[in-house]
């Protein structure tokens, strides 16, 4: 359970009669959700002698909480998770990363009053909702590095990357990491970086995302672009735009994608013809594919004909 399959690997994809290149970060961790195995690498990698207990907080079915399980079984820690809600049909029925992450011995409690309870006690690890920490930048430099890596091995100049984001802390961190890597050579103005990182928001709108990254680092010249869809979008409801490309997807690609950031992620991508046709795109695929488990079926009875 301690293998990661590092550097992922990257394949050529044609959606839509469009190349792209696919990073598979869903592939680094069979138990591990793809770009939370990138976040929360430093804690597999540093030994942490003093911590026995991790918190956090969230929702109850986030890739984040189930990863956290993982890494908490990893480590031999305890794993306490706060929701401010959980469903009855979940609770009586529990499936997807609830059911997982609770396999792994998380205990799930219920926040009090709007808050999250909590004794500031030395011995636990406390984690941002997502995993937005300063931690995850440790992680996520070495994607940079091995997208750098790949860059070279295969002659590509300049090269436009796409992830679609929750809290935005993979996308500021990778577009971080990847201006200072190839700071020597590259000015100082945006948009000139030898790679340009783009994303599009799934959870907020872009206002949101911007001050997730701000929260993050506030110098903006490492901010990625946001792109966007003109229509409004609600995290985890059901558009059957998202269910047909979901499905074509896995049709044209033979990937299975996940079903609450890759179709937002990929119609948004899609339209905007300016960034796939005027260079090579890497496009990441993050993982979530547990999460699948609890979607797909809802997806299926509201439009499978
Ligand atoms: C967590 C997650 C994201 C969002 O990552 P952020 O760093 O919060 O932007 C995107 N896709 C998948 C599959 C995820 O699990």
């Not at 079984?73 to 499936?95: C, R, S, T």
């Not at 994607?143 to 100049?157: P, S």
């Not at 993982?287 to 499978?304: A, H």
């Amino acid at each position: 359970m301690n293998h990661f399959f590092l550097p992922s690997p990257i394949q050529s994809i044609t959606v839509e009669n469009k190349h792209f290149y696919l990073k598979r970060d869903d592939l680094i961790h069979p138990d591990f959700s793809g770009n939370k195995a990138r976040k929360f690498h430093y804690f597999l990698q540093n030994n942490l002698p003093h911590v026995q207990k991790a918190v956090s907080y969230g929702s109850s079915q986030s890739n984040a909480m189930y990863s956290l399980s993982v890494l908490a079984k990893m480590k031999g820690w305890e794993f306490e998770y706060f929701v401010d809600h959980i469903a009855d049909y979940l609770k009586e029925n529990p499936h997807g990363n609830y059911k997982a992450a609770l396999n792994n011995g998380m205990q799930c409690r219920l926040m009090e009053d709007g808050g999250w309870k909590m004794e500031d006690e030395e011995n636990t690890l406390f984690i941002a909702e997502g995993g937005r920490q300063k931690e995850a930048a440790f992680g996520i430099r070495l994607l940079a590095e091995e997208i750098i890596e790949w860059q070279k091995e295969q002659h590509i100049d300049e090269l436009n990357v796409f992830l679609p984001s929750g809290t935005g802390t993979t996308a500021l961190y990778l577009q971080k990491s990847l201006s200072i890597i190839n700071h020597h050579e590259v000015s100082q103005e945006r948009g000139q970086s030898l790679i340009q990182v783009f994303t599009c928001p799934c959870v907020g709108d872009s206002t949101y995302l911007k001050k997730q990254f701000s929260m993050l680092e506030e110098d903006e010249k490492y901010h990625p672009r946001i792109l966007t869809l003109d229509k409004k979008h609600h995290f985890g409801k059901l558009y059957r735009e998202n269910y047909e490309i979901w499905l074509k997807l896995q049709q044209q690609t033979g990937v299975e994608f996940d079903l609450l950031y890759d179709p937002l992620g990929w119609r948004t991508l899609l339209a905007h013809s300016e960034v796939y046709t005027t260079k090579p795109t890497l496009y990441i695929h993050q993982g979530g594919l547990l999460g699948n488990e609890s979607m797909l079926p809802r997806y299926e009875r509201k439009y499978r004909k």
